[in-house]
Structures are given as C-alpha cells and as structure tokens.
C-alpha cells in the first residue's frame, strides 16, 4: 500500500506564486509516474502536469510556461512550482502516483486546496 500526501496549497493574490509537495510512502514497491491533477468547484478532474520515473514532462496548456512539476526520487516527492497565478487555478490540487510493485496501481492524495484572488 502507497500513502500520499500533498501540502503547500493555500490563498495567494492573482500573479504570485505557490509550490505544491506530493510525497508518497511506503514500501516493496517502485514509483512511476507522478503526475498533478486539478478539480475546480461544478469541474471535471483534469491531469495539470505529469512526470515519468525518468523525468520527461507533460503539461497542460493552460499551464505551460507557468507551471513546472520536478521530482526528488530518492525522496519519492514530487513538486509542482505554480507562477503567474490566475483566478482561474482555483481549485483542489491532487497528486496521483503509479506504483508497480507486482503490478500496477495507482494512489490519490487526499488533495490540497490552491485559491487564487484577483
């Protein structure tokens, strides 16, 4: 079994920044992908950043060049550095981590709630 928890949410004015921790325990198993999801109030969940075992990205659109998710995996932490930050990133930020140990699956966090004021 993977625990994950996320931390560093918060309220911050539109334009500043925040940075977002996702650290997963556990153990007898290997971390994959790390990736941050998003979900706003009356809004679908939807994938924000990803990053593999060996560290190539994905973003969003709405987030690339604001945006940059890194990983410390002898740490089995992931981040996620938000500038330039507009009201329209509010919402609960969660990380989801694909763990292979004799197979794969994947945990949440319990999420971590960014509001951005304008």
């Known amino acids: 079994q993977v625990q994950v928890v996320e931390s560093g949410g918060g309220l911050v004015q539109a334009g500043g920044s925040l940075r977002l921790s996702c650290v997963a325990s556990?153990?007898?198993?290997?971390?994959?992908?790390m990736d941050w999801y998003r979900q706003a109030p009356g809004k679908q969940r939807e994938l924000v950043a990803t990053?593999?075992?060996?560290?190539?990205?994905n973003y969003a659109d709405s987030v690339k060049g604001r945006f940059s998710i890194s990983r410390d995996s002898a740490k089995n932490t992931a981040y996620l550095q938000m500038n330039s930050l507009k009201p329209e990133d509010t919402a609960v930020y969660y990380c989801?981590?694909?763990?292979?140990?004799?197979?794969?699956?994947?945990?949440w966090g319990q999420g971590t709630q960014v509001t951005v004021s304008s």
């Open positions: 989801r981590v694909v763990a292979t140990s004799d197979a794969s699956f994947q945990y």
């Open positions: 556990g153990s007898g198993f290997v971390i994959n992908d």
């Open positions: 990053i593999t075992r060996g560290g190539a990205t």
